[in-house]
């Protein structure tokens, strides 16, 4: 089972940028799919960025032109880029990894955007 943590959260203000990183504790290579949600307070866990291993990558429409996810398979590391970052995306971010073998989920961190 592959561990997953997050780092790169904090709190900035509209407009600003933010970089994630996910590093998982073993080679990416064999992993269908990775990617982001992300939880706001009081609600549901949603889909923000997925990438598959040979192809497709999916963005929630809230994010799309804005957030750009892509992964390092050398460095065993996903990455969400956050551009013009809005009052809405405060949530916690998850990192997501899976496969035919199961799934694994990071801890999160968590992202503020405020004036």
């Known amino acids: 089972q592959v561990q997953l943590v997050e780092s790169g959260g904090g709190l900035v203000q509209p407009g600003e940028s933010l970089r994630l990183s996910c590093v998982a504790s073993?080679?990416?290579?064999?992993?269908?799919?990775v990617g982001w949600y992300r939880q706001g307070s009081g609600k549901q866990r949603e889909m923000v960025a997925i990438?598959?291993?040979?192809?497709?990558?999916i963005y929630a429409d809230s994010v799309k032109g804005r957030f750009t996810v892509s992964r390092d398979n050398v460095k065993n590391t996903v990455y969400l880029e956050m551009n013009s970052l809005k009052f809405e995306d405060t949530a916690v971010y998850l990192c997501y990894a899976g496969s035919s073998r199961g799934t694994a989920w990071g801890q999160g961190t968590q992202v503020t955007v405020s004036s």
């Open positions: 990438t598959q291993r040979y192809g497709d990558t």
């Open positions: 073993r080679s990416l290579f064999d992993i269908d799919t």
